[in-house]
């Protein structure tokens, strides 16, 4: 097992600890509107498993990441960054490898599992 592993997603924790039950609700709306918009417009747009270029998706991602920026904590604000990614990622998304998606953590399916990290 990575300890480095454990110690980052122990520090996640703790610090999602600190939230108020009001922010963890307001992460939790933004990001699961994001999530649920992007798995729409996938279904409509993605052409041979390849993603398409998406203003809507690439607004929609910088905007959560803007509300999340306003909770004034380090796992939070890192999260944010995170979805600025996607952001970035959906103006272009043949600018990024697979390996780029996993490696910053923009999978939807990592996106969730921090999401309810940080959450619970």
Not at 67 to 89: D, G
Request: hydrophobic share 30%; no cysteine; charged share 25%.
């Amino acid at each position: 097992m990575n300890w480095d592993v454990i110690g980052i997603l122990g520090n996640i924790i703790n610090s999602a600890k600190n939230l108020s039950r009001s922010e963890k609700q307001s992460i939790y709306d933004t990001v699961s509107h994001a999530l649920s918009r992007t798995r729409t417009i996938i279904a409509q747009t993605r052409r041979d498993g390849e993603d398409q270029p998406s203003n809507i998706l690439s607004m929609t991602w910088q905007e959560a990441s803007n509300q999340l920026k306003k909770i004034k904590n380090e796992s939070i604000l890192e999260f944010a960054e995170t979805l600025e990614y996607k952001s970035k990622y959906w103006s272009n998304p043949a600018n990024y490898t697979a390996d780029q998606l996993t490696e910053y953590k923009m999978r939807l399916v990592q996106v969730e599992k921090e999401l309810k990290q940080l959450t619970q």
